[in-house]
T-cell receptor, first 114, second 118 residues
Framework: DAGVIQSPRHEVTEMGQEVTLRCKPI?????LFWYRQTMMRGLELLIY????????DSGMPEDRFSAKMPNASFSTLKIQPSEPRDSAVYFC????????????FGDGTRLSIL | GESVGLHLPTLSVQEGDNSIINCAYS??????FIWYKQESGKGPQFIID?????DKRQGQRVTVLLNKTVKHLSLQIAATQPGDSAVYFC?????????????????FGQGTILTVHP
């Protein structure tokens, strides 16, 4: 079975550029989560969707960050303009709806902003 | 300058020993708990979960124990192997929030680094 698929795996770009991270959740999962992981702060939840609708975006650090889920099989996290402090590993996870369902993670996008 | 970051607990064991990784959770309303394993360069991988109506659950070489009285969770790994070396995270969930559902939102612990020596 295909797991959560993220692209790209690595992204290196200069500050000020727009960055778009992509995620394909596991088929049949209707909750999707975006996380950021750094040495300083560990794993942070940025935003999550249920049935393609954003439920809680309180973890999004700034207006430079935005996320969309146009359909059940695709989500994007966009940073515009990017800054060096955005450098981190960004993970996408998905789960089935309902109480007590584990999230399944992709292998992340390692983002470096120069 | 000196780098500042999270100081994760560490556990070093010999191959073949049993490992116990501990986690204290904060929300007494949490009713679902998960252990994840994260290897270098990969995302967290689901290991085992437990609901609050249980105090023990066993998987393949792993056992999770839940003590709700003191809000403590532990992961036991039997006959630890070098391939078990990773960072281990506990996570908690409140299945029913104020609005009726939490949609599976998890709160993660900081993690424990497990190193297994051959």
């Amino acid at each position: 079975d295909a797991g959560v698929i993220q692209s790209p795996r690595h992204e290196v770009t200069e500050m000020g550029q727009e960055v778009t991270l992509r995620c394909k959740p596991i088929s049949g999962h209707n909750s999707l989560f975006w996380y950021r992981q750094t040495m300083m702060r560990g794993l942070e939840l940025l935003i999550y969707f249920n049935n393609n609708v954003p439920i809680d975006d309180s973890g999004m650090p700034e207006d430079r960050f935005s996320a969309k889920m146009p359909n059940a099989s695709f989500s994007t996290l966009k940073i515009q303009p990017s800054e060096p402090r955005d450098s981190a590993v960004y993970f996408c996870a998905s789960s089935q709806q309902g109480a007590s369902q584990p999230q399944h993670f992709g292998d992340g996008t390692r983002l470096s902003i120069l | 300058g000196e780098s500042v970051g999270l100081h994760l607990p560490t556990l070093s064991v010999q191959e073949g020993d049993n490992s116990i990784i501990n986690c204290a959770y904060s929300n007494s309303a949490s009713d679902y708990f998960i252990w994840y394993k994260q290897e270098s360069g990969k995302g967290p991988q689901f290991i085992i979960d437990i609901r609050s109506n249980m105090d023990k659950r066993q998987g393949q070489r792993v056992t999770v124990l839940l003590n709700k009285t003191v809000k403590h969770l532990s992961l036991q790994i039997a006959a630890t192997q070098p391939g078990d070396s990773a960072v281990y995270f506990c996570a908690e969930n409140v299945a029913r929030g104020a609005g009726g559902t939490s949609y599976g939102k998890l709160t993660f612990g900081q993690g424990t680094i497990l190193t297994v020596h051959p």
